[in-house]
Structure formats: C-alpha cells, structure tokens
C-alpha cells in the first residue's frame, strides 16, 4: 500500500528564539552551510557567549519554535554538515526536515 501526505509549513525565520529548546533532531547527513543559507537565509547568530555554536538560525515552522545549529562542531560553519534542530518537540524537527528536503527536492528539478 502507498500513501501519499502532503504537509503545508510555514517557515518565519528571525522571529525570537525560545529560551529552553533543546536537541530534537538533526539535518540529514551532509547537509552543507550552502544548503542552509539557499533555504534558511544567512544565520541569526553567530559565535555563541560559550564558544559552542558558530552559526545559528531561529525561528518558527507551522507555529513551533526551533533553532539550527552547529553544536560544537571543530568544524567552520562552511565546512560542517553536521546540524542539529532545537525545539520543544520532534514535531517541529519533522517539519523543518521536510520543509529543508522539499526546497532542496525543487532546486534539483529546477536545474
């Protein structure tokens, strides 16, 4: 049996990050800083007070807070495809995992 989904978001990027999101999920592996900026625009944060996160981006899809970010990466932001998604449930990791994938999907049929 196949089932189809179609899933609306709405990403609102910039609107003030949650205090006390935490890990949810990550970005599929080899999710490149390139990628990031053609979906997400440029980060909302850079070098955190603690030296842990480099580059970071904020913001809510479909109404839930999430944040991505380079959690102690030894890597520069453009070389790291390691990212992790901050929120206050998996749902929103879900979303902006799909919502990265479907840019990401269109931009190749655009070529």
């Known amino acids: 049996m196949n089932i189809t989904i179609t899933l609306e978001t709405k990403l609102e990027m910039?609107?003030?990050?949650?205090?006390?999101?935490?890990?949810?999920?990550y970005?599929?592996?080899?999710?490149?800083?390139d990628?990031?900026?053609?979906?997400?625009?440029?980060?909302?944060?850079g070098l955190s007070s603690d030296g842990k996160i480099k580059a970071e981006w904020y913001g809510r899809i479909n109404g839930m807070p999430f944040t991505l970010y380079d959690y102690k990466s030894p890597l520069a932001p453009e070389k790291n495809t390691d990212w992790h998604i901050g929120g206050n449930n998996h749902l929103a990791a879900d979303f902006l995992v799909a919502h990265f994938n479907a840019v990401m999907t269109h931009k190749g049929d655009a070529k």
């Not at 910039?14 to 999920?25: F, Q």
């Not at 970005?27 to 800083?33: E, F, L, S």
């Open 27 to 33: 970005m599929p592996d080899g999710t490149r800083y």
């Open 14 to 25: 910039g609107v003030r990050k949650d205090r006390g999101t935490g890990c949810m999920g």
């Open 35 to 45: 990628d990031l900026l053609l979906v997400f625009g440029q980060p909302q944060a």
